[in-house]
């Protein structure tokens, strides 16, 4: 069954869409943590992102999760997830593991003493919030980067403790992807959000076009944003075209 999940930022569809995907723990009601910088996939229907983009941390989270499960600091209940134990060798294996312990409510998957969740939102408007320049880091050193934008979480701080041994280049790019989840943080605190998980669609309650309105009508004073949404709804009416085009083509002579 295809499930559609709607943007946690702009509300737009996530169906067929370029989405960004985010660690979190839940910190209390109404309250939760991001505890891993941003990974970037497709959101096909499935509950989960497919062709997530590697790179290192992308990297980094599969290793330090499977060292962590090998010491014990991670468990998986494969019995209760019903699903045959594999290795966590990739990343798309990883968000999917968490993703359908997530959807189940199994309490199936802990790392460090937390229950990960993975909070979505769409690409263009993700990208767009990410270019601000966030309050919050304003007089905060580049070695504190790490603990003032994921804060005192032992899992967070276990997945990115080794960063500041890579080279300077690597350790600059780090840093600007700790800058721009900063920004996206404060845009979401901004407008009243947090990280959450995405919550189904049913089939009959989806309503992309509307979505659509809605958000231009909540963005219509953020020029980014705007900006965003235009890129957003012209992949929308493409895959549109392309899905009608496919429906109606006509059967080959050959």
């Not at 300077?168 to 840093?175: F, I, L, Q, S």
Request: aromatic residues 6%; proline residues 6%; hydrophobic residues 45%.
């Amino acid at each position: 069954m295809i499930v559609d999940y709607r943007c946690g930022l702009s509300g737009l569809s996530l169906l067929g869409a370029e989405t960004m995907a985010v660690l979190h723990t839940p910190m209390g009601p109404g309250q939760s943590m991001p505890c891993s910088l941003p990974l970037w996939g497709t959101y096909d229907g499935s509950g989960t992102l497919v062709e997530v983009q590697e790179g290192p941390n992308a990297e980094l989270l599969v290793r330090v999760f499977s060292e962590d499960l090998d010491a014990g600091r991670a468990q998986v209940d494969w019995r209760r997830l019903t699903i045959a134990p594999v290795p966590i060798d990739h990343i798309e294996t990883l968000l999917a593991l968490i993703r359908t312990n997530e959807i189940h409510g199994l309490g199936a998957v802990t790392w460090r003493g937390h229950e990960p969740h993975v909070a979505l939102f769409e690409s263009n408007i993700a990208a767009a919030a990410m270019q601000g320049e966030p309050d919050l880091l304003h007089g905060v050193r580049i070695d504190d980067l790490l603990v003032a934008v994921l804060g005192e979480s032992a899992l967070a701080q276990a997945i990115y403790a080794r960063i500041g041994e890579d080279g300077p280049k690597m350790r600059c790019k780090w840093g600007l992807s700790l800058v721009a989840l900063a920004a996206l943080i404060s845009e979401l605190i901004a407008r009243g959000l947090t990280f959450r998980s995405p919550v189904p669609v049913a089939e009959q309650d989806r309503d992309p076009a509307q979505w659509l309105a809605l958000s231009y009508a909540d963005l219509r004073e953020a020029p980014l944003m705007l900006e965003a949404l235009s890129e957003y709804s012209s992949q929308l009416l493409g895959a549109e075209s392309d899905e009608s085009m496919g429906e109606h083509e006509e059967p080959s002579s050959d």
